[in-house]
């Protein structure tokens, strides 16, 4: 990668260029802006200030202006006929091919000087792309530092853009690009319509973003903050890091390390490169880590507890909230213990293991999150995994999920653990369109269908995740699309009664209709008794009329009192364009109940609250298929409605 800063340097006019010796002279005029180029990037910056702003204005003002222009186009130039060279110096230069896109007219082109793309736009698109890239991928501050890790700089994203502008503008002057690009520009034809004209701009921007992502490459620190005092260096401690030496030594092993073991000259750590005092830094900060954590080329996890990998497990890095996410987004993460020795990649098998033993996270599930596919993974399993970590501010429980769950909230400290994970889950269920997977967790007494707390979700069912990724819970689109109100979660449901018995045996299990099924409940009282009991779905019994009979015959006392019936409210169906309702074979339904409810009345006159413990997962099972006519659910001795909860 290269590093050099395109910034204003003094050099020979391109206009000065004969026809005599142009390889010879183009060559010498490369070797001699190379050093200078060199030679600013190494230079030590001046110490971040207030002034750092205008400073900043200031170099994007010469990277942008008139100068900044010309010298980019004499690089590219200078870059192009350096390539071309090493194809042979003694090859003739002919006029290409069309289809190589080479135009060699030297209209306004100094002569002897190869133009083989149109200079002015493909410099245009580059420097916008490369722009775009640095200010919406990339993180907001970098440390720069040269090959061998010294020479440190914490630098903004115009200074960013300098230093990895001639890495790119190498990249397009390469043949292959060359002809790419060619091959794009030759869509501008005069029959082409509007739709193609978008394809070919298209084409070109697709070509540069590949261009850039494999030009651009920085390392990024993943580790624990020190405990103690001083500490860790801050944004604001960056002029006066020398006075910390501990710290300081954390940045500057870190920066050798990325050079010297990952060829990179660029990195970015939480701790100084995050400007925490200002919000709007700090909200853009949090809200892009995750994507930051994904771009980088490598991820440098820094154990700082472990001296050996079979200790690792031990390490604190494990139980700490945000870097669940560091562990889970990078494509490569390779772990170094507190002397910094190489320990091993999450390619090998060792250190997965050490991982898996630690987090309790599978190698399926690593693999799909290093694959950049962690949205198969459910998202109550992903709620899982942060369940018991531990934040210093109790809003960063919600807030390190947002990148996991792939939702975005604002930052708002002090608002509360509760709250915020409240907004977390109520923007799931806005943005998201498979959300029954979020009600996979365990309820306690007074529970809404949104969770108050993450640790809700230390328990939940994998009976309906898929081996291959996802859920099964998401094969079946809900009738009516569930919503967020004043009122609760409107949810549509079908409504299941069951009665609850000890017996054993159940020859005497009539269903009602063609549908049928058995379960089992632990059912918890108030107090927290626990009882095992089985229910028997849509049972004949309970449609006959005579519930006191009922009581009589099957007497089940319920740990809080209740009596033999309890109604589960099946959640996982759909319904096709026909009217049919689909219904699954593998049924999740929440436990819930009324007043009323005990006497036989099936439908919810009112109040309706969900049972404590975990929602009822069974086999449904049917004489004549899953699939029936909405006005014939009734039939069955089943109820079609929607809820609040």
């Not at 793309?117 to 200010?135: G, N």
């Not at 700089?153 to 690009?177: H, M, S």
């Not at 590949?210 to 500490?231: C, F, Q």
């Not at 490598?298 to 079979?310: G, K, P, Q, R, V």
């Amino acid at each position: 990668m290269s590093t050099r800063s395109t910034r204003k340097s003094t050099a020979p006019e391109s206009n000065s260029h004969s026809d005599m010796g142009v390889t010879d002279l183009l060559s010498a005029l490369v070797a001699f802006m190379q050093p200078v180029i060199q030679k600013y990037v190494a230079s030590p910056g001046p110490a971040l200030s207030k002034d750092s702003d205008k400073n900043d204005r200031i170099e994007a003002e010469l990277i942008n202006g008139l100068e900044g222009t010309a010298l980019l186009s004499a690089l590219t130039e200078f870059v192009t006929a350096t390539v071309n060279s090493t194809l042979g110096e003694d090859k003739k230069r002919e006029e290409p091919a069309p289809a190589e896109g080479v135009d060699n007219k030297i209209s306004k082109v100094p002569p002897g000087i190869p133009k083989t793309v149109p200079r002015s736009e493909l410099e245009t698109m580059t420097l916008s792309a490369v722009r775009a890239h640095v200010f919406n991928k990339m993180p907001i501050r970098l440390l720069a530092f040269d090959k061998s890790g010294s020479d440190i700089q914490l630098i903004g994203r115009n200074k960013i853009t300098a230093r990895i502008l001639p890495g790119v503008l190498a990249k397009t002057a390469e043949p292959k690009f060359q002809s790419a690009w060619a091959a794009a520009e030759a869509l501008n034809d005069v029959d082409v319509v509007i739709t193609s004209m978008r394809y070919r701009h298209n084409k070109m921007n697709e070509l540069l973003r590949k261009v850039i992502e494999k030009s651009v490459n920085y390392a990024i620190l993943s580790h624990t903050w020190m405990r103690d005092i001083p500490g860790d260096i801050t944004f604001q401690d960056w002029a006066t890091r020398e006075h910390n030496p501990r710290g300081n030594t954390k940045i500057v092993k870190f920066c050798e390390v990325a050079a010297w073991n990952h060829n990179v000259t660029l990195g970015w750590i939480d701790t100084v490169c995050i400007n925490k005092d200002s919000s709007s830094e700090l909200d853009e900060s949090i809200r892009s880590m995750y994507s930051w954590y994904r771009g980088a080329s490598a991820c440098i996890t820094y154990l700082s507890e472990t001296t050996n990998i079979s200790d690792a497990h031990h390490d604190s890095w494990f139980t700490r909230g945000w870097t669940l996410q560091e562990l889970l987004a990078p494509s490569l993460s390779i772990f170094y213990n507190g002397n910094w020795k190489r320990m091993g990649s999450s390619n090998d098998v060792e250190i997965q293991t050490a991982i898996q033993k630690a987090t309790g996270i599978t190698s399926k599930e690593l693999d799909l999150s290093w694959t950049g596919a962690i949205e198969k993974i459910p998202f109550s399993r992903r709620m899982q995994l942060a369940c018991g970590r531990q934040v210093t501010r109790e809003e960063d429980t919600s807030y390190s999920l947002m990148g996991i769950l792939d939702v975005d909230i604002s930052i708002a400290y002090g608002e509360g653990s509760s709250r915020a994970f409240l907004r977390l889950v109520r923007e799931l269920l806005k943005t998201k369109k498979n959300v029954i997977d979020l009600f996979n967790r365990t309820y306690d007494y007074g529970d809404r269908l949104l969770p108050s707390s993450l640790e809700s979700y230390n328990y939940r069912s994998a009976w309906h995740d898929d081996p291959n990724g996802g859920t099964r819970l998401d094969n079946l689109q809900p009738l009516d699309p569930i919503i967020l109100t004043n009122l609760g979660v409107r949810i549509p449901i079908l409504l299941t009664p069951g009665l609850a018995t000890d017996a054993v045996d159940d020859r005497k299990y009539v269903p009602k209709g063609d549908l049928y099924g058995k379960t089992s409940f632990t059912y918890i009282s108030r107090a927290g008794t626990k009882r095992v009991i089985n229910i028997l779905l849509l049972d004949s019994k309970l449609y006959a009329g005579d519930i006191t009979n009922l009581r009589a015959t099957r007497p089940v006392a319920l740990p809080d009192g209740a009596l033999a019936i309890c109604m589960l409210a099946i959640v996982n169906f759909g319904v096709d364009t026909s009217g049919h309702i689909l219904l699954p074979e593998q049924c999740f339904a929440l436990d819930i109940s009324w007043d009323g409810l005990q006497s036989g009345i099936f439908s919810p006159p009112g109040s309706v609250e969900i049972r404590a413990g975990a929602p009822a997962n069974f086999l449904l099972k049917s004489k004549k298929g899953f699939k029936i006519h909405k006005d014939e659910v009734e039939k069955h001795g089943m109820q079609l409605v929607s809820l609040y909860l």
